[in-house]
Structure formats: C-alpha cells, structure tokens
C-alpha cells in the first residue's frame, strides 16, 4: 500500500516539473498516485516548486510511469 495524504504535482506549460505523494518524490511519486489513488489531490499550475524533480516532456514522463509501472508487475 502506498503513503497517504495529499499528492501533488507542479505543472509548468502543461509539463509536470515536480511531484510528491508523503515522502515519495518525482516519478516514484506519480508511480503511487497511479497505482494508489489519494484521497487528496492537487495540480499547481504554473507555480515554481521548491525544487524540480521531474525532466522531458509530459508524453515522455508519463510513458516512463507506465514503464514503470510494467516492470513492477514482473
């Protein structure tokens, strides 16, 4: 099972800079929202985060999650 509370991801240009989920950070982040839903959720568009964990393009992102998600099956 997956942390819980509040995930958040930054989104800069419709880019996702930076997410967290409890004490996971960047992909690992998206990774446990996708597989756990929290009950809280927030987009923050066009604000700077504290830091970027995130690099590349939406579609490049957000394919890595499923390749992530994938290899985890395995």
């Known amino acids: 099972m997956g942390p819980t509370g509040m995930g ?5 240009k419709g880019t ?3 997410a967290t989920f409890g ?3 960047s992909m690992e982040a998206l ?6 839903p929290p009950p ?3 987009f923050h568009a066009n604000m700077m985060p504290d830091e970027r964990t995130l690099q590349g393009s939406a579609n490049g992102i957000f394919m890595e999650v499923a390749r992530l998600m994938d290899e985890a099956k395995r």
């Open 31 to 36: 990774v446990v929202m996708v597989q756990t």
């Open 16 to 18: 996702p800079i930076h």
């Open 8 to 12: 958040s991801v930054w989104v800069d």
């Open 23 to 25: 004490s996971k950070r």
């Open 40 to 42: 809280r959720f927030a």
